[in-house]
């Protein structure tokens, strides 16, 4: 048995296509190159803007290394295809903006239910509602975290630049493979419309992890249950004759319907959520500035880590003790290091291109003696150096 | 003895057998139509390893999923061609059957039902046809007959109900049929063609739930139903010669279309090779 894209073959087919070296590009082709690299060989999607530049690039793309791409005829179908194909071995993605996330939100929940491993991209854009569409935003942190139904894990990647963009694509099929979890990347209009240098590597370079499959007849009888200790089953795929039966509804070990018995739906719940506990170490990434000697700290994400990043440095050039977080995992949040980095600090300014998201998430691990204050910036326009380094100045 | 009854039936080789009994209510059509896929099978001597099934939501989204024994994929509510779209552009060899409810397919779903023929898909989808949304009680469906009562329409239903295989065979469908659960055997030759056929292919069954539709509209009794279903039907090729108002009520059964045309997994492999030698990059992988 063979996953799509694993193929030896496929390392001379991209190094020929790609050859390593410096391109220039969007975040959004970024992502879609990301993809490519990380093996996935089936993508659907519905147009939206910003978002639509990966499925065209997924288009044109996607042939060259035998994959397949289909328009669908909505977000709802577009999520619903990938989980399909993704039964079938191939790594699935699909990308969308606020609106279509907002109608795979079902689907959303359905992956995580039937731990099916996919990638949905959630290049966001200023809202709610139609807002102002073809404008970035960052309003989408807690539709992420919160936008399906009943308990459940996530797990949410957000990249800060065009390289970061193809580099975090990878990093969330691999997490999305291993574990068994759709994986959201919460990337914007802003970097996915902003075109930069990024270094294409060479594929050996790059990580690549493929799901676990059953090594025989029993383990695949229970796809839904922890054969091996690790919480995460091993995944029969379909066409192989497991006759594996996959259900939304909770489901037993052996993937049959039981809604009725308390302990089947706790046992599986708890099971889900568990398997991303367990594995929170290796989810979890950020990226730290001078926080050894800090008074301040500035915790900020996506797009706005990066003026941040710039009023940071300005404000160290003038003598001011000031920090910078960035948690590249949105979620899982990486709340433990922002409690030990908060005992620290003084005060925390929080910049994001919203009216406060990420703060409420920070909040919980903060004590009331220290400062906390958001810098929000809403209209489509990116959050500037100078905005940043006023409230630093000011705090 | 339930165990006695399931072991005695030819069929039972077929079924998931920790699934039984089925959760139907007693004389619903949903056993006719799992008993006439699985002979179609039978038939065909597909095996069921080269099979992948793929239902919504509601009473008929249980026919072949979770009881019949290949891979199932019991999805979201109204997503299942969707879904099996994803399944059939990863299998493209296998067949890829979607058995589903009216409400289901041609209700909340009805976009994917079109669009689905419309790419040409090779699916083969078993829509249900009840009337009514059973399993969540009994509420009007795009498919309720006008004038008739069900608990969201309790004085009568003012909305015309949706001609699902004409739609579907407009669409762009390789092949659609309709029977009645009254017309087992022609259901069964029907079922045979559409999973023959290359392309997407329907097959609409009307179906009794005397349940939640006859017990509102003064047919209690599933034979009741069968009959109802007997007297109305018209063949397609004399209801040809006669008028929109002599049809009202009636239900046209038979073949409406059994055509070629290019079909979609088909055609992206082939758009595949056409890129790789285009751009040089050598043969087909190996499997």
């Known amino acids: 048995m063979i996953i799509r894209g694993d193929e030896p073959e496929q390392i001379a087919l991209l190094k020929k296509l790609y050859p390593k070296g410096n391109y220039f590009m969007q975040g959004d082709e970024a992502i879609a190159y990301g993809a490519i690299f990380a093996g996935c060989r089936f993508y659907a999607g519905y147009p939206i803007t910003p978002a639509s530049e990966i499925a065209e690039t997924m288009a044109r793309e996607l042939p060259k290394v035998r994959g397949y791409y289909i328009q669908m005829e909505d977000e709802i179908g577009s999520i619903a295809a990938i989980i399909g194909a993704s039964w079938t071995g191939l790594k699935s993605m699909t990308a969308t903006s606020g609106p279509g996330f907002s109608l795979m939100q079902e689907n959303l929940g359905y992956a995580i239910m039937t731990e099916t491993p996919i990638v949905v991209v959630d290049v966001q854009r200023s809202g709610p509602s139609t807002g102002q569409a073809t404008k970035g935003a960052q309003g989408d942190f807690f539709q992420a975290r919160w936008g399906t139904h009943g308990d459940h894990p996530i797990v949410a990647l957000s990249p800060i630049s065009v390289e970061d963009s193809f580099w975090e694509t990878i990093r969330a099929f691999n997490i999305s493979e291993k574990l068994r979890i759709p994986v959201v990347l919460l990337a914007d209009g802003v970097i996915g419309h902003t075109r930069e240098q990024i270094r294409i590597p060479d594929p050996e370079e790059v990580e690549i992890v493929y799901r676990k499959l059953p090594k025989n007849d029993e383990e695949a009888k229970y796809p839904f249950g922890d054969v091996d200790g690790s919480l995460i089953p091993p995944m029969p795929l379909f066409g192989h004759g497991y006759f594996t039966h996959v259900t939304g509804s909770t489901h037993k070990e052996t993937g049959l319907r039981d809604v009725y018995t308390p302990e089947v739906h706790i046992k599986l719940v708890n099971r889900l959520h568990k398997k991303i506990e367990k594995h929170e170490k290796e989810i979890e990434k950020w990226k730290e500035y001078f926080t050894d000697d800090m008074e301040i700290l500035v915790i900020s994400w996506g797009v706005s880590a990066r003026p941040s990043l710039g009023a940071v440095l300005k404000a160290r050039e003038e003598g001011i003790k000031v920090g910078l977080f960035i948690p590249k995992t949105v979620h899982p949040f990486p709340g433990k290091k922002v409690k030990e980095l908060a005992k620290k600090v003084r005060a925390i300014l929080v910049p994001e291109m919203n009216l406060g998201q990420l703060i409420l998430e920070v909040q919980r691990y903060v004590n009331d003696d220290v400062i906390l204050k958001g810098i929000n910036k809403i209209g489509g326009v990116p959050l500037t150096v100078e905005e940043i380094l006023r409230e630093i100045r000011g705090v | ?287």
């Open chain 2, 1 to 287: 003895m339930a165990k006695e009854i399931y072991t005695k039936y030819k069929m039972a080789k077929y079924l998931r057998k920790e699934a039984l009994p089925t959760a139907l209510c007693p004389g619903c059509g949903g056993g006719t139509v799992l008993n006439a896929f699985a002979n179609a099978i039978d038939q065909l001597k597909i095996d069921p390893r080269d099979l992948v099934v793929v239902s919504g939501i509601g009473c008929s989204a249980w026919i072949a999923s979770p009881y019949f024994l290949a891979d199932t994929l019991h999805t979201t509510h109204g997503r299942a061609i969707a879904f099996a779209t994803g399944v059939k552009v990863g299998l493209p060899d296998k067949k890829v059957v979607v058995i589903s409810g009216d409400g289901d397919l041609a209700g909340i779903g009805g976009n994917h039902l079109i669009h689905a023929a419309r790419r040409n898909i090779d699916i083969t989808v078993i829509l249900v046809n009840n009337f009514i949304y059973g399993m969540t009680g009994g509420q009007v469906a795009p498919t309720t007959p006008f004038g008739a009562k069900t608990t969201t329409t309790p004085y009568r239903n003012i909305e015309h109900p949706l001609n699902i295989a004409e739609v579907v065979a407009e669409a762009g469908a390789s092949y659609v049929a309709r029977w009645t659960t009254a017309h087992v055997y022609q259901l069964i030759e029907s079922i045979k063609k559409a999973l023959q056929v290359k392309g997407f292919s329907l097959v609409e069954v009307i179906s009794q739930c005397p349940v939640q539709f006859g017990r509102r509209n003064k047919m209690k009794e599933p034979a009741e139903m069968l009959r109802w279903f007997l007297k109305n039907s018209i063949p397609i090729s004399k209801a040809k010669n006669m008028s929109k108002e002599e049809l009202e009520g009636k239900f046209v059964i038979g073949e409406f279309v059994n055509r070629q045309r290019p079909e979609f997994t088909e055609e992206l492999n082939k758009l595949i090779e056409e890129v790789a030698e285009h751009f040089g990059l050598g043969g087909k992988n190996a499997d």
